[in-house]
């Protein structure tokens, strides 16, 4: 039987607060606040394993670590990717490619970008050209233009 390929679509938000890191795909992003959550926020990465999580018809992120368990407090966002990708490989499939858009008035993404994609692109074992992440603004509107969050739109195919 063929397997056709598979897309999944995944999509976090988080506020900003004080006092935590802005992690950002794996790397820490210089800013003057971080993102609110029970793991390490990284909205990116749970936008990513979202969107494969879907295109596996397996749930969503909070289905496998969810926030009411304390084992996960704090937990590298990296690590439950990487245990994510294992399900991936079980079932059969790799990654064809990721697509990812980061919402944000700051911080600015550019000159991360590069770091960014190469992060992601290490956590999910696959080459550079597979990755796709741009960051674009909300143009001042809603909460992520206020500049009081963030949100992370991601697509996936898994292929054979």
């Known amino acids: 039987m063929t397997k056709y390929p598979r897309i999944g679509f995944g999509y976090d938000v988080h506020q900003f607060v004080e006092g ?19 793991s390490d926020a990284d ?25 009411s368990d304390p084992a996960w407090e704090n937990a590298d966002s990296k690590q439950l990717l ?6 991936v490989r079980e079932k059969g499939w790799e990654i064809g490619n990721v697509d990812a858009t980061v919402v944000t008035e700051a911080p600015k993404l550019n000159p991360w970008i590069g770091d960014i994609r190469a992060s992601i692109a290490s956590v999910l074992n696959c080459s550079l050209d597979q990755i796709s992440v ?23 195919l898994l292929q054979s």
């Open 20 to 38: 935590r890191p802005c992690m950002l795909g794996g790397i820490e992003i210089p800013h003057t606040h971080g993102l609110l959550g029970h």
């Open 43 to 67: 909205a990116l990465l749970h936008a990513i394993t979202d969107a494969i999580l879907g295109a596996l018809a397996l749930g969503d992120i909070g289905t496998h670590y969810p926030d």
């Open 82 to 87: 990487r245990e994510v990708m294992v399900m």
């Open 134 to 156: 741009k960051a674009t603004t909300q143009e001042k509107m809603g909460f992520v233009g206020e500049g009081r969050g963030l949100a992370v739109h991601a697509v996936v």
